[in-house]
């Protein structure tokens, strides 16, 4: 976070110097440089934004309860000594 700020700072200096010596020399171009640094240290900021939003989603833990997740699943998943088994004939009588 402390990376970010000083570079943040370190911009907005910079575009701060860049629009006194624009004033100072009359070049409208210093002006357009000044503003894109203005506008990249808005974007260092966004960025920065954008992740910390991301990051703390990401790293949420969510957990459900053991009785919520046997809801979930079939009942066939918890019981060891079921086996399932059809024959064909038995097959073909539930597609028909």
């Known amino acids: 976070m402390f990376a970010f700020l000083i570079i943040v700072i370190a911009l907005i200096i910079w575009s701060l110097r860049l629009i006194q010596g624009a004033v100072k020399l009359r070049d409208s171009s210093m002006i ?33 309860p053991m009785d919520e997740v046997s809801q979930l699943l079939p009942n066939i998943l918890y019981e060891p000594d079921t086996t399932v088994s059809i024959g064909v004939s038995e097959l073909a009588r539930f597609t028909n």
């Open 32 to 64: 357009l440089a000044s503003t894109l640094v203005a506008i990249s240290a808005g974007g260092v900021v966004a960025v920065y934004l954008l992740m910390d939003g991301y990051m703390s989603y990401f790293t949420t833990i969510h957990t459900l």
